[in-house]
């Protein structure tokens, strides 16, 4: 994450850039969110482990 924030700093892409510690949180929150959706799924039996 250090690289996206140095290329946000670089080529301006937020108006506040953050560090490379905060840009890891966001990632992980995300990622999260999309493994904990799949795990709710799969319980649900509304997806295989296949898919």
Not at 16 to 28: G, H, S, T
Request: glycine letters at 4%; proline letters at 0%.
């Amino acid at each position: 994450m250090q690289w996206l924030a140095e290329k946000a700093k670089e080529k301006g892409w937020n108006e506040r850039v953050l560090d490379q510690w905060e840009y890891k949180a966001i990632y992980n929150e995300r990622l999260l969110a999309r493994v904990n959706e799949r795990v709710k799924l799969l319980r649900e039996g509304k997806l295989k482990a296949e898919d």
